[in-house]
């Protein structure tokens, strides 16, 4: 039967809030955001890269690639498919798929093309034997055999799916565009939302058949063509060049070596590499491997610049300067890429200059925190620091931050990650050491555009520039508990830009391992959906972390595309080519703790990626960073408090840079000053690395220029599979093992639910979750999941970490507002009239308040915000005495055992006169006599409130 959301009863009562679900609807919608799309009636030409051209992994004979624009032509049609490998009813409606696919090539030849994009994890052989099975099965009777059609694409970066089904638009599902490329349909296929196979009976997956016959028929038929019984003018000679070798199986044909290269190294220490090649025809019938290597010892053992040289990050003589300092506990630093784009010229009741200097954000491991220092290296300097209202999950511990700096990258600009930034957690969902963990944790990735509910205040409302603000994250994914390091990747393909590389130091609990996060398309800030993502584990990449808190160091080279890993715990740096490996099988058997259970979100194990050890013998390394000319490659040295640079393309060290300091960690380049900034543990401090001289002798390249033309060589030879880091005797395994390195921990909180509503927006998550207002069992080993808090909307509960999780000033308390946010009872807020003559005295939730009907109790500071044109106001004790002013932005008053019993505030021409507490001296909580309340629903009361 079909399956029913849990909270339909919800969705019904609550208006403007609906889920895509299986309709047609397009552009689809959100929980009532309208997502851009490509519909019917529009060109693919206008909002699809249809130039792309897309290699073709089956049938392996006859096409070998194309572009969506090779199929536009007078009287051609083309029929694409959105089908997830995981899916049942994707499973079920593939087999029809391909025997109409197949029927109406037969019919037309080429003027008819189909394409299944293949995506979910699985390998092409699998899912071709999958749909040609299913195809014999549901029509058994029939003689059309899917052969030459359709065209499986491996769509691992999800580019067909996000140009043509643009999630939440639902799947299985299909487009068909006529000769000029234009969507002439677009819809849901009769299976969507069957939970099993059995479910969608082989009578309903066939409707299918009629659905697309009768849209190919009525579009064939528009240029005067009657149906033909054969290929006719359209050979089917015209795509596939050569018959299928049916059993016949290809020779392998092996060339002879070359002789072995020259070193890659010309002088030196450092250890190089010689290879030989040959030529190696026969595809998967030939075990013969085309290239060997072998280490090799430069005949120059001392280069003539080893004592003089200098690289001109650091000239001939260079200094350690100071550039800001009060952190807690810094760990990694890393440079926003549109300066002032976050802060504008106001926020927090501060002024800021966003086209003065540069921006660097700090990563805080104790606090959980990143403090924004603008306007770096200005007069106008300043630093400000902001966290998650959810810290103690989303941004606990963390121990690396990277921006997606790729500007210019050709995306959609609705769908570009430029300005996002991710954070990684070394923590393993432990709340603070409140709860025992559970392993559910991982990347958090964030917006730093501060508009569109990315930056809130308390309550979950756009923040306004004279109160404190919050990070809203955009999304996060579970897979790399005790995550150390993290590294955007530059690439363009992707059609979000989101794709990020992590250090999972739990790994399979015995050592930690390389994940891929393409976070694709986020689920946006106040939604918890996470169904569209793909995760993509490398257990045979094992990495080694360092003590708890020490950050790894992780940075792409957007050219070589080579991920640079600073290994803590076994004193090396690995390299490995972020283009390479191979599905080898799901994750969710081995690793079952993923973030969600649905088809559209990929989590695989891949293998046989290319890999090597770059320079060992490193104490501690930490930090990474690329030079700016792609050249050099800066690992901070912690045990030390060196920080050494290598040349990339030999791994050669060049030199040393002495900081005289004992806990470096994360560095960076500016990138406008293309000066080297890092940061120290012990001191809290940012520094920079500041040539004093400029370099009069660079460092002459160590690389054998033979050595690199004899590379070119090769390649030309043997082809894209040549590499001198690939093993070439890897295949990868698809067998899943009977082991769990984990226990799946959200079995009934949501997480885990193959209903696409429990992760969607506030209104639908689970109505159970409004009983956890009354749980009480908040012990470090009880039954209570807080992971199940978190979705069910609880930023104020007794069982969080430190003040009940929220962010009062000292001594308030909280109170919860569900999915929305949460009030504190030491804020209040003055607003004026729009022509200054009145003051009214607010709740932060808008409801007028009485000063005179309340009381400030003691050892509290209270967050007056004044909010107006020109609005000040300032306070005082009753005798007089000046407890500070403000204007558009807090005003802080700490009412503690020497305060007097009334305060004085003059807000503008007003005067208002506040009690404080007479009666006690250990702090309390406001008291007020004629309300009960602060207008907002409780669903978490700590206190009694006014």
């Known amino acids: 039967m079909r399956k029913f959301s849990l909270i339909l009863s919800l969705l019904t009562i609550i208006p403007g809030v609906s889920s895509q679900g299986c309709t047609n609807t397009c552009p689809p919608i959100n929980f009532g955001t309208v997502v851009p799309s490509l519909c019917e009636g529009e060109s693919a030409e206008d909002k699809a890269d249809v130039k792309k051209v897309y290699d073709v992994c089956h049938p392996s004979t006859g096409m070998k690639s194309f572009s969506f624009q090779d199929f536009k032509g007078s009287g051609r049609v083309t029929v694409i498919s959105n089908f997830y490998i995981g899916c049942n009813a994707g499973r079920r409606e593939s087999g029809v798929f391909a025997h109409v696919a197949q029927k109406y090539y037969n019919l037309y030849g080429n ?96 409707s299918l058949d009629e659905t697309l016959s009768t849209h190919l028929d009525e579009i064939l038929a528009e240029d005067g063509n009657e149906l033909s019984t054969g290929n006719g003018e359209n050979s089917i000679d015209d795509v596939f060049d050569d018959p299928p070798l049916s059993d016949q199986e290809e020779e392998c044909s092996v060339g002879e070596w070359t002789a072995w290269s020259e070193c890659s190294v010309r002088c030196g220490s450092a250890t190089g590499i010689e290879f030989r090649y040959r030529t190696v025809q026969g595809g998967e019938n030939c075990a013969d491997v085309p290239v060997e290597e072998r280490p090799c010892t430069p005949t120059t053992q001392q280069c003539e610049d080893e004592t003089e040289g200098c690289v001109s990050e650091i000239g001939s003589n260079y200094k350690i300067m100071t550039v800001a300092s009060g952190f807690d506990c810094p760990r990694d630093v890393a440079f926003h890429p549109t300066p002032g784009m976050h802060l504008g010229i106001h926020a927090e009741g501060r002024d800021f200059f966003p086209d003065e200097g540069e921006e660097a954000w700090v990563l805080n491991g104790y606090n959980h925190s990143v403090s924004i220092v603008a306007s770096l290296g200005t007069d ?11 810290y103690y999950h989303y941004m606990i511990n963390a121990t690396a931050l990277a921006f ?71 999304d996060m994914l579970h897979e790399s508990p005790a995550c150390i390091g993290i590294a955007h990747d530059p690439e363009t393909i992707s059609a979000y830009g989101n794709v990020y590389w992590a250090f999972d130091s739990t790994g399979n609990q015995k050592e ?17 959906d996470h169904s569209v993502a793909a995760i993509r584990r490398f257990p045979q990449i094992t990495l080694a972390r360092g003590e708890d808190g020490v950050h790894a160091g992780m940075v792409v080279h957007p050219e070589r595309r080579e991920l640079f890993v600073a290994e803590p715990g076994a004193n090396q740096i690995t390299v490995v080519n972020v283009n390479s490996g191979t599905f080898a099988r799901t994750a969710r058997e081995e690793y079952p703790i993923y973030s969600n259970a649905l088809p559209s979100f990929e989590y695989s194990i891949y293998e046989c990626a290319d890999k090597r050890v770059f320079a060992t013998g490193i104490d501690t390394p930490t930090g990474l960073a690329i030079s700016p000319d792609g050249k050099r490659l800066f690992v901070a040295e912690r045990a030390s408090g060196d920080i050494l640079v290598y040349e990339i393309a030999t791994a050669s060290l060049l030199t040393r840079i002495n900081t005289g300091l004992e806990k470096i960690g994360g560095m960076a380049f500016s990138p406008v000053s293309e000066q080297l900034h890092f940061v120290d543990e012990n001191t809290n401090t940012l520094y920079a690395v500041t040539a004093e001289k ?3 002798k660079p460092f002459e390249s160590r690389v054998s220029s033979s050595f690199e033309q004899e590379v070119i060589k090769a390649k030309e030879v043997v082809g894209s599979s040549f590499s001198l880091y690939h093993d070439y005797t890897c295949v990868a395994d698809p067998v899943v093992p009977d082991a769990a390195f984990f226990d799946q921990v959200h079995t009934d909180t949501g997480y885990a639910s193959i209903d ?11 109505p159970t979750a409004a009983l956890l207002v009354n749980r009480t069992d908040c012990g470090y080993t009880s039954e209570l999941n807080f992971d199940a808090l978190l ?90 005495t000046n407890l500070g002013c403000a204007s558009n932005g807090p005003l802080f ?15 503008g021409s007003a005067t208002i006169d506040i009690n404080v507490d007479t009666t006690q001296d250990d702090g309390g909580d406001v008291v007020d006599d004629t309300q009960s309340d602060n207008g907002a629903e409780e669903t978490s009361s700590s206190s009694p409130q006014w």
């Open 404 to 474: 997606n700096m790729v500007q210019n990258s050709g995306r959609r600009p609705d769908r570009d990650g430029f300005n996002y930034w991710g954070v990684c957690n070394d923590n393993r969902n432990t709340y603070m050491e409140a709860k025992e963990p559970n392993y559910f944790m991982g990347p958090t990735l964030y917006n730093s555009d501060p508009n569109n509910f990315n930056l809130v205040n308390r309550l979950g409302e756009v923040c306004a520039d004279d109160e404190e603000c919050f990070f809203l994250h955009s």
């Open 512 to 528: 930690g391992q390389l994940v891929r996060f393409d976070f694709s398309q986020p689920h946006g800030p106040g939604s918890m």
């Open 111 to 206: 003027r008819t093309m189909f394409v299944s994009s293949l995506k979910g994890g699985s390998s092409c052989d699998m899912w071709a034997n999958i749909y040609q099975g299913d195809a014999k099965r549901l029509f058994p009777d029939s003689n059309i055999v899917p052969k030459e059609m359709p065209l499986a694409v491996s769509d691992l970066s999800f580019e067909i799916r996000d140009d043509f089904f643009t999630t939440p638009f639902g799947h299985p599902s299909y487009v068909v565009l006529d000769g000029e490329l234009n969507v002439r349909h677009k819809f849901i296929g009769p299976c969507c939302g069957y939970e099993r196979y059995s479910d969608c009976t082989a009578d309903i997956a066939k």
């Open 756 to 766: 696409p509503n429990v992760q969607a927006d506030m209104t639908g998550m689970d």
């Open 893 to 907: 008053v700490v009412v503690d055992s020497e305060t007097s019993p009334m305060i004085n505030l003059q807000v």
């Open 694 to 696: 400029e370099c009069s």
């Open 380 to 390: 106008r300097q300043t630093t400000i620091s902001r966290r998650d209202r959810g």
């Open 791 to 880: 979705l069910g909307g609880y930023y104020c509960h007794r069982c969080l970490p430190g003040r009940q999780g929220a962010e009062c000033d000292a001594g308030g308390s909280c109170t919860n507002i569900q999915w929305i946010g949460y009030t504190c009872d030491n804020e209040f807020i003055f607003v004026s009239s729009d022509d200054g003559r009145t003051v009214e005295m607010q709740y932060p939730n808008k409801t007028v308040v009485d000063p005179s009907a309340i009381t400030l109790s003691r050892d509290m500071t209270y967050r007056f915000t004044i909010r107006g044109k020109d609005l000040e106001a300032c306070a005082t004790h009753k005798g007089g």
